[in-house]
C-alpha cells in the first residue's frame, strides 16, 4: 500500500519515489483522480517527494491520457515516462517512425499544456527506441521542456557496449531524467542472454557515464530499478520481502552515490 511503501523508500535512504500509474501499477489511471492524490500525501508524510511517475501513456487521443496528465500536474508531478511503442512489421522502419511521431506530436502539446515532460524510456530489444537514433529521429524537433528521453544506460549498454556514448550524446539535449541499474551477459542454449545484477556487479560502466552526464551538463531526477531476483525463496511473508527488499534498495543506493 502508498503508506508501506513509502515508508520502505524511506527507510532505505531514498528521497523520492517514480510512481507507477499504469494498468498493474500503485496507481490505475481509471482511478488517477481518487488515488493519485492519496499516493503522493502518503510519501509527502514520509519526508519523500513525487516528480515523477511512469506511465503507459502513448495515444494522445486516449481519454485517459489528459486526466492522468491534469492530475499529475496538479499534484506538483514535473516528469513522466511514456508507455511503448512497437513496430509494425507490416510497414517500413521509416513509416513506423512516422506513424509514432504523430502520436508523440500531440502528447507533446498535452504536455506542455500541462507543464509536464514527457520522457521516452530507450529500452534494448526490437521496440522503437532500443538503436535510440530512432527516439532522436522523432523527437530532435520537439522542445526539450516537454518531451524527451528518460535514458536507462542500462539497456543503453546492451544495444552497444562501447557505442553508448555517441547515442547518449545524440540525445543529451532531450534527457531530462534517468534510469540507474546494472547488468551482465549470461548464456542460455548457446545464446547470449541478458542477467539483472545490483549496480555495480555487471558490465554497465558507471564512471565513464556520471562523467559523461557531467561533460553534457545533464540534469534531473535519476529512478533506480531493482530488477534482478531479490527473494531467496517462495512463500515468504510480506514483512520478510519488505525487509530483504529495503537491505537491497539501500546497497544499489549507496552503490550508486559512490559513482555520483
Same mark, same amino acid.
Given at each position: ?19 507507477? =500509474? &499504469? ?44 486526466? =492522468? ?8 508531478? &514535473?516528469?513522466? &515516462? ?11 522502419? =521509416? ?80 534527457? &531530462? ?84
Amino acid at each position: 500500500d502508498y503508506h508501506g511503501a513509502a515508508e520502505a523508500c524511506a527507510v532505505a535512504g531514498m528521497n523520492g519515489a517514480d510512481l507507477t =500509474v &499504469r494498468p498493474g501499477g500503485h496507481v490505475l489511471p481509471g482511478n488517477v483522480a481518487r488515488d493519485l492524490p492519496l499516493a503522493v500525501k502518503a510519501f509527502k508524510e514520509a519526508g519523500l517527494a513525487i516528480e515523477m511517475m511512469t506511465s503507459g501513456i502513448t495515444d494522445p487521443d486516449d481519454p485517459l491520457t489528459e486526466k =492522468v496528465l491534469q492530475t499529475a500536474s496538479e499534484l506538483g508531478i &514535473r516528469y513522466y &515516462r511514456y508507455g511503448y511503442y512497437t513496430y509494425d512489421p507490416a510497414l517500413s522502419v =521509416v513509416n513506423n517512425l512516422e506513424k509514432i511521431k504523430v502520436k508523440m506530436n500531440g502528447l507533446a502539446r498535452l504536455n506542455e499544456k500541462y507543464r509536464i515532460h514527457g520522457a521516452y524510456q530507450n529500452h534494448a530489444g526490437s521496440n522503437f527506441g532500443a538503436p535510440v537514433w530512432d527516439l532522436w529521429t522523432v523527437i530532435k524537433d520537439m522542445d526539450p521542456q516537454w518531451s524527451g528521453c528518460q535514458y536507462d544506460v542500462r539497456h543503453a549498454t546492451v544495444e552497444g557496449n562501447r557505442s553508448w556514448p555517441l547515442g547518449m550524446k545524440l540525445l543529451k539535449d532531450h534527457i &531530462r531524467c534517468m534510469v540507474s541499474k546494472d547488468v551482465t551477459w549470461g548464456q542460455k542454449d548457446g545464446r547470449a542472454v541478458e542477467v539483472n545484477v545490483p549496480i555495480g556487479e555487471g558490465i554497465v560502466d558507471f564512471e565513464d557515464y556520471f562523467k559523461l552526464v557531467d561533460e553534457l551538463d545533464i540534469h534531473g531526477p535519476i529512478t533506480m530499478h531493482l530488477e534482478y531476483p531479490m527473494f531467496p525463496k517462495k512463500d515468504m511473508s510480506v514483512e520478510e520481502m519488505k525487509a530483504i527488499a529495503i537491505q537491497l534498495m539501500r546497497r544499489d543506493l549507496v552503490a550508486l552515490k559512490k559513482y555520483l
